[in-house]
């Protein structure tokens, strides 16, 4: 997704990355990135949460239009309410993905 | 607060994502600037969430990822700002989606958005009528991606006069 970020950025058009792995985004050079400690799946926050979604999308706005330098990085100081082995475990989906079953059992040989 | 960019992810998926540097050939800073003022920018969204919309458009194809698992449909969906969550499907085997069924508008805040537009400070001009769905796992060449996707997805954005794009992957 970040080089994603970078081709649309190419083409012309400004972009922000709101993602929960900043530091990913920082190494495969993302113009402009907002971080939020969310759990996978959830990058503007909790569901009918609007005030956390819009303190995500508001900062997202922001650091498009007012970020002044490439790698621009500002992260969201939003704590997420659940906890996290709770959070961990409720992200996932209830069956391994693809690519991970083929992991797992690659391991098993 | 520092965002901890791998508290939720499985430890041995850790070394998939960190410290494997740029994708090839895309090392160089990319920089467009934004010209306008928000209050006059108008405004997309881009998730990797796989949503797509139900009754008018085929899902993502998960049946060839299922058997090809280091393959992911490099296709997009349009999807209007005025369409309601029960109207939104959701092709995406590696997160529960449950959430997203429930508020679609934690992947993709479309509504949001349109307040953004509309109450009193208007924070910015406008919001775009189609934004943008994609499924975020993709093959690791994103051959697809870059040659077909990324082309017509600027396209898009172009026609819909988006000003500046928000991207969220999942």
New interface residues.
């Given amino acids: ?24 985004a920082e ?3 993302a ?1 402009r990135i907002v ?14 949460d ?1 005030g956390m ?2 303190r ?3 900062l ?3 650091v ?4 002044v ?3 621009t990085r500002v ?3 939003v ?1 997420w309410p659940v906890p ?1 082995r709770e ?2 475990r ?5 069956e391994p ?6 992991m797992l059992e690659s391991r098993r040989q | 607060m520092v965002v901890d960019s791998f508290k939720f992810l499985p430890r041995s998926f850790r070394p998939l994502y960190e410290g494997r540097g740029p994708f090839h050939g895309e090392e160089a800073p990319v920089w467009a600037r934004f010209e306008k003022r928000l209050a006059e920018s108008r405004i997309a969204l881009l998730t990797s969430a796989g949503i797509y919309l139900k009754r008018t458009q085929p899902s993502f194809d998960l049946e060839r990822e299922q058997t090809h698992p280091d393959w992911g449909d490099p296709t997009w969906r349009a999807i209007p700002a005025s369409t309601q969550a029960p109207d939104i499907g959701v092709a995406h085997l590696h997160i529960n989606d449950a959430d997203l069924l429930a508020d679609p508008e934690i992947a993709l805040p479309k509504r949001l958005l349109d307040r953004l537009a509309s109450e009193g400070e208007r924070l910015i001009g406008g919001a775009v009528a189609e934004h943008v769905s994609v499924m975020g796992y993709q093959e690791r060449t994103l051959r697809d991606w870059q040659s077909k996707t990324a082309p017509e997805v600027v396209a898009h954005l172009r026609g819909q006069g988006a000003d500046g794009l928000i991207l969220a992957p999942v």
Avoid at chain 1, 35 to 48: D, N, S
Avoid at chain 1, 90 to 94: D, G, H, I, L, T
């Fill in positions: 997704m970040p080089v994603l970020a970078r081709w649309i950025e190419a083409a012309g058009i400004p972009t922000v990355i709101v993602t929960m792995m900043p530091a990913v190494e495969r050079r113009p971080g939020v400690e969310f759990p996978f799946g959830h990058p503007f926050g909790m569901p009918h609007w979604q819009r995500a999308l508001e997202a706005l922001r498009l239009a007012g970020a330098s490439f790698g992260d969201l100081d704590e996290l959070a961990y409720s992200w996932q989906p209830k993905s693809p690519i991970v079953r083929k």
